[in-house]
């Protein structure tokens, strides 16, 4: 069984920063694709940066140039360094993983983790 564990998320003042972590662990034999979504409360979730195996990067529009999604293939591992947070980030935000192992190759979701961007 596959699982993700996310850690880093809080209360930030505007402006401030944050880097989130997302460990997969599990019999794992190769992990595709990594990103992180957030939803906020009334809203859809959404895709805020994913990551290929080979370290190809895609970002939604409102984070581009504020957030950097990167991955540590040796320890399973995907960050997300937030920088210049917005009370507009202010999101449950998820990590995701696309993932090889001994179940089969399937699409796993971390637990959440709270973003509070706030004065």
């Known amino acids: 069984q596959v699982q993700l564990v996310e850690s880093g998320g809080g209360l930030v003042q505007p402006g401030g920063s944050l880097r989130l972590s997302c460990a997969a662990s599990?019999?794992?034999?190769?992990?595709?694709?990594m990103g992180w979504y957030r939803q906020a409360p009334g809203k859809q979730r959404e895709l805020v940066a994913a990551?290929?195996?080979?370290?190809?990067?895609n970002y939604a529009d409102s984070v581009k140039g504020r957030f950097t999604i990167s991955r540590d293939n040796a320890k399973n591992t995907v960050y997300l360094q937030m920088n210049s947070l917005k009370p507009e980030d202010t999101a449950v935000y998820y990590c995701n993983a696309d993932v090889s192992s001994i179940s089969g190759r399937s699409d796993y979701w971390g637990q959440g983790t709270q973003v509070t961007v706030s004065s």
């Open positions: 990551i290929t195996s080979g370290g190809r990067t």
């Open positions: 599990g019999i794992i034999f190769r992990i595709y694709n």
